[in-house]
């Protein structure tokens, strides 16, 4: 190949790099976010997107009530590639909300590329300006959205004739700027939190009662995954557990004597033991912040346990459970709170 062969090559592959370059680089990064809603009060806890370099934002911003509602900083976000979140929907007479949503779903990338670039490219004059993703949730559907925020009494928003040919660019909600959308589906709806959702965390923990204390915590899933301590699950359906009780706690540090004890287990049926954590949950009277899987043991019986931390309006009020008819939950000194039974037995004592 000759020299100038070879410097047209070069030459053409710089050109062909640097428009590659050009053409990612030329993707508006988003630099804020929104979080509203379409028909009143929802709370948007956690509603994550993902663009096509796999860089994402949460845009969770909490409590909103209309469009464009809450708003916050983000880093940077490209083109959006996948969304999922979880949102609900509260109660006027209720602590506890009348609809919980969530969803997981693909977004059209390239779809949404051309969307962002006919809006960035339809005004004559304005420049420079950062994009917005915007969520909007209206009960079980979730939009989102994207604006440069371009305001008549601001900026000049002229746009060039014939710029959006497919008709795109649409008023936002409120009417005050353009927008185009990127996504609009629709999640699936439970009256009830979703299991090991923002709003229902069901954490492992394990209590220590005088001096005995849980040593291995093994909790397994229906589809067969481990956890243990500071996991977050849905629900397990069996159990390895290992305790000890110390049976010279006044004693030196050095001279500590342990009984040993361990028990392996199943849990009853899914269905039914969810059943009653829902049951467990409907009773408290105010706002569920957290819940708990607790272990604990007291000799050689173990308790395995759930149970929720909640407030309520009143600042320093406790949380109340109302009495079971069915006596699945009672309070514990040793958590602090009233309970649902899960499993209580005995272990095996191990030789020592």
């Not at 994402?56 to 209309?66: E, F, I, Q």
């Not at 880093?75 to 979880?86: D, K, M, N, R």
């Not at 849980?214 to 229906?222: D, F, G, N, R």
Request: charge should be negative.
């Amino acid at each position: 190949m000759s020299k100038l062969h070879i410097a047209l090559f070069l030459s053409l592959l710089g050109l062909h790099i640097s428009g590659c370059s050009e053409e990612i680089n030329d993707a508006p990064k988003a630099k804020f976010g929104n979080s509203g809603s379409l028909d009143g009060p929802y709370s948007i806890r956690d509603v994550l997107i993902t663009d096509t370099s796999g860089a994402s934002s949460n845009l969770g911003y909490g409590s909103v009530s209309s469009y464009p509602g809450a708003s916050a900083s983000i880093s940077g976000l490209g083109i959006p590639a996948h969304i999922s979140g979880y949102w609900s929907k509260p109660s006027d007479t209720s602590p506890h909300p009348v609809a919980y949503y969530r969803l997981d779903s693909a977004i059209d990338s390239k779809l949404a590329k051309q969307k962002v670039a006919t809006l960035k490219g339809a005004y004559t004059k304005l420049k420079d300006k950062p994009g917005t993703i915007q969520v909007v949730v209206n009960k079980d559907q979730i939009q989102v959205f994207y604006t440069f925020k371009c305001f008549d009494v601001y900026d000049d928003c002229e746009k060039k004739e014939g710029a959006d040919p497919n008709g795109w660019i649409q008023a936002s909600p409120d009417g005050n700027t353009d927008v185009v959308m990127l996504f609009s589906g629709k999640g699936e709806t439970s009256p009830t939190a979703f299991p090991a959702s923002p709003y229902d965390k069901r954490l492992v923990r394990a209590k220590s009662v005088e001096s005995t204390n849980i040593t291995e915590l093994i909790l397994t899933s229906e589809n067969g995954k481990s956890y243990t301590l500071g996991d977050n699950l849905d629900y397990p359906t069996s159990f390895s557990i290992s305790w000890a009780k110390k049976t010279n706690p006044e004693a030196d540090f050095s001279e500590w004597q342990f009984e040993r004890y361990r028990l392996s287990g199943e849990f009853n049926a899914p269905a039914l033991s969810e059943e009653a954590i829902q049951a467990y949950r409907r009773a408290t009277n105010g706002y569920i912040k957290t819940s708990t899987f607790d272990i604990f043991a007291e000799d050689d019986s173990l308790f395995i346990t759930y149970s929720a931390a909640c407030l309520t309006d009143t600042v320093g009020e406790r949380c109340e459970v109302a009495k079971d008819p069915e006596n699945r939950w009672r309070y514990f000194d040793e958590i602090g709170r009233h309970a649902l039974i899960l499993f209580h037995g005995k272990g095996q004592k191990v030789p020592q």
